[in-house]
């Protein structure tokens, strides 16, 4: 039996963050929670982009150019989608995740989708830094060890060819 998987070494690796301007409070503590958790397994400060947009409708557009320009290991998504008085929210984070799902697939790059969807703000800040951990963190982590299980996948059929 073989078991294949991601180890935790970053090192070399390139990743590139996309914020959210929208619930910036929000999103500046997803993203001290990413690089840390990026720095602490080795990836090199320099070795780590921040692409800021609008909100996390633009999200999948950004993350379709930037995965094809072909620089980076991963690409982690931050940002949050907070309820409002319409429904408005739920188109917002319903095409961002369905748009960044499909950014990974085409371009066979992991996404981590690091967009909070919550129904206010108090639930956000719990997400962001304290009560329940930092979700910037946690997708720095999953797009770490996804970047190297692909590459382990890889080297296991013998190259990169589709
Ligand atoms: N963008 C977010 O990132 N979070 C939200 O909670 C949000 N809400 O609720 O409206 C939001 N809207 C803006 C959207 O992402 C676009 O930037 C905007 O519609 C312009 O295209």
Known sequence: MKIIQGNMIGTGL???????????????????GAKDALM?????????????????????????EIALGGKYDAIITLGAVIKGDTTHHEYVAGEASKGLALVGLEHRIPVAFGILTCDNLEQALMRAGSKAGNKGADAALSA????????EVRSDRGGNEA
């Open 144 to 151: 770490l060890e996804t970047a190297n299980l692909l590459k």
């Open 14 to 32: 390139r990743f590139a963050i996309i914020a959210s301007r929208f619930n910036e409070l929000i999103t500046s503590k997803l993203i001290e």
């Open 40 to 64: 602490r397994h080795d990836v090199r400060h320099q070795d780590i982009d921040i692409y800021w947009v609008p909100g996390a409708w633009e999200q999948p557009v950004v993350a379709k």
